[in-house]
């Protein structure tokens, strides 16, 4: 008798248990498939300046991306000297702009030096084509587009380096393992594989728990867009390099991306040299410390 009434009191409360359980699983990942579309579909960021702010001419470019032809928007510097041409990548919610280095600043620096420097929107930033940002996967295909540009012009200097930030830093070495063109690249501040780094930071871009969001966002990202982090990794093949130059910077209080990436990749490729930032944080090289940071960049460009 007593066993029965416990079953009939029980089964109820095993229901309702069962059926909050199931509640709370569909809100993770109801939340998880929205703010994983919300990441992939960022809010575009305007360009607000251009090089003449200072001081410097440039011409309005447009090119394609390789392999899916989207038309990419960005400007093209020229230095009189003509030394060769380097090519920016900014970060992840930014535009050729990157202001929060700033970059304009490190392309009057470049300019100054010699070096031809152009800056481009990458799909689904700025002024460019493209409906989704896929953190890596296809900005690579951007980076090739410039490439592309940058061998179409008969008045540049064809000694193309790649010169990224954060995303854009790895997106940088990704193209440069894919290209044999691309004579060396500069690295600030890059992640060294996107499914580690995002399953143990993506609290960082979402401002949500790390559990259970980091991996359900992750579980639920190629479903609803057909994204494969697990592609990006540019720690995996940086050895595709061949020996070609490859410098790290990295500021040693970086909080969104920490340097233990840009030493990852340092140990996978040991030609690569990292300059360290003492109390920099993310992007905040040039910020922190100005004279390091161009005497480091100037000194591996003219070594090339």
Known sequence: MIKVLTDRIGRPWLKMIAGAVAVIIAAVYGISGYVGWNLTHPVRK????SP???GLPYDDIAFSSRTDG????GWLLKAPQNRMTVICAHGYRQNRLQQDVPLLAIARALVDCGVNVLMFDFR????????ITSVGLYE????????DFVRAQPDISQKVVLFGFSMGAAVAILAGEQEPEVTAVIADSP?????????ENFSVWTELPAVPFNRTIL???????????????????VGMLHGRPLLLIHGEADADIAISNSEGLQRA???ARLVRIPGAQHVKGFKTDRELYLTEVLAFLSAL
């Open 140 to 147: 690579v295909r951007d980076v090739l587009g410039a490439v």
């Open 191 to 199: 992640f060294a594989d996107l499914t580690s780094y995002l399953k």
């Open 46 to 49: 305007p360009v607000t300046a």
């Open 70 to 73: 989207l038309r990419l928007k």
């Open 219 to 237: 579980s639920v990202l190629p479903v609803l867009t057909g994204l494969e982090p697990d592609k990006v990794s540019p720690v995996r093949d």
């Open 269 to 271: 490729y040991p030609a």
């Open 52 to 54: 003449a702010s200072v």
């Open 124 to 131: 689904n930033c700025g002024e460019s084509e493209g409906a």
